[in-house]
């Protein structure tokens, strides 16, 4: 696609319950890039892709928290067992690393609440 | 890990005046990017500087990498230019690490 697309663009769930987050990178980007973002908050760094593979997953804040990338293109983040303080909005990024240009575009975010 | 630091947290300007964002960060980076981040949430990426100067527009950007800085320059400033300005080099493991950020809001 044009952008980096995410879905769903806001979730409304309750405590406990399982959420599952989408990001479609840029077509032929290689990297991507989760973060979270707390209200007036800066970007707090969740996971990084290189392909299919995680190289540095130190940005997980629990176990509760997964993610994983297929085919080198779309991914999706899960949270199990949401907890209140999960709630914020969930950033996808992708970049073309490997191919000489790093800069790093965004999605317009997921917002996550959790009631 | 590497540190990245913003100043001034919090900027107010009128319509037309000029301002410089500065970001510190603690270790020598390949990557540095300059993000803004409208007051709809959308991030869009301003500038990959991890040296050098570049300008788009009113805007312009120069990192002194052997000084671990980077000063963003913004240049009669309008209402459309508020915001958070957002500074972001990249850690050891290929993760862009950003720093807190700069609100600004320009007043007409």
């Known amino acids: 696609g044009a952008g980096v697309s995410q879905s769903p663009s806001n979730k409304v769930t309750e405590k406990g319950k399982d959420v599952e987050l989408r990001c479609d990178p840029i077509?032929?980007?290689?990297?991507l890039y989760w973060y979270r973002q707390s209200l007036g908050q800066g970007l707090e760094f969740l996971i990084y892709?290189?392909?299919?593979?995680?190289p540095d997953k130190s940005g997980l804040p629990s176990d509760r928290f997964s993610a994983e990338r297929t085919g080198g293109s779309v991914s999706t983040l899960t949270i199990q067992r949401t907890q209140q303080e999960d709630s914020a909005v969930y950033l996808c990024?992708?970049?073309?690393w490997g191919l000489g240009y790093e800069k790093l575009f965004f999605g317009s975010g997921t917002q996550l609440s959790v009631l | 890990g590497i540190q990245v630091e913003q100043s001034p947290p919090d900027l107010i300007l009128q319509e037309g005046a000029n301002s410089t964002l500065r970001c510190n960060f603690s270790?020598?980076?390949?990557?540095l990017q300059w993000f803004h981040q409208n007051p709809w949430g959308q991030l869009i990426n301003l500038f990959y500087?991890?040296?050098g100067t570049k300008q788009n527009g009113r805007l312009s950007a120069t990192t002194v990498a052997t000084e671990r800085y980077s000063l963003l320059y913004i240049s009669s400033s309008q209402t459309t230019d508020s915001g958070v300005y957002f500074c972001?080099?990249?850690?050891?493991?290929?993760?862009?690490?950003f720093g807190k950020g700069t609100k600004l809001s320009v007043k007409p």
């Open positions: 270790d020598s980076v390949n990557n």
């Open positions: 990024a992708s970049s073309p």
């Open positions: 972001a080099v990249q850690g050891s493991q290929g993760n862009l690490i």
């Open positions: 500087i991890p040296s």
């Open positions: 077509s032929g980007h290689t990297a």
């Open positions: 892709f290189q392909g299919n593979s995680a």
